[in-house]
């Protein structure tokens, strides 16, 4: 099993990243639509207002942790690295699919090796088994199924 190109991971993860953004923008629409209403609604329109993007807060964080668990457990990529032929799999054994607590920790790792600055995510490219933080933090690492890299 060959390790995946940094440049192709960073290809799948960006279009991941395309992807989730468009459904939050969705969602986005549909809430401000709502939070309009809801701002002529005296005396607790304000309130609700607030409420209501606690709301979405919450519910793009689940879409975000809901979307890496689902295609990491089921088809041990998501759909960028599906189409770039990259897999997800065990540190250890290298087998797939990744367990649903790998997949939790790796998604939430994505959040910590985001934070400061990708800081995390340009790790793969000093580590010696191309593994980023949220690799580190789950357990696993990436694998290239392609007959070649690029």
Known sequence: MRQANPLKRVAADLL??????????VI?????????????????????CWALWIFYILTITFLFFAYYIFFFTLYS???????????????????????????????????IAGAPL?????????????QGWQDKIAGTRMIDLSGSQP
């Open 16 to 25: 991941d990243g395309i992807i989730l953004i468009a459904v939050k923008l």
């Open 28 to 48: 986005a629409g549909g809430f401000i639509a709502v939070s309009e209403l809801l701002l002529n609604l005296e005396p607790w329109g304000k309130i609700l």
């Open 77 to 111: 990529a998501s759909p960028g690295k599906l189409l770039f032929d990259l897999k997800v799999v065990d540190d250890e054994t290298g087998c797939y699919p990744i367990t649903k607590k790998q997949a939790f920790l790796r998604a939430l790792g994505y959040l």
């Open 118 to 130: 990708y800081l995390g995510i340009v790790w793969i490219l000093f580590d010696r088994k191309g």
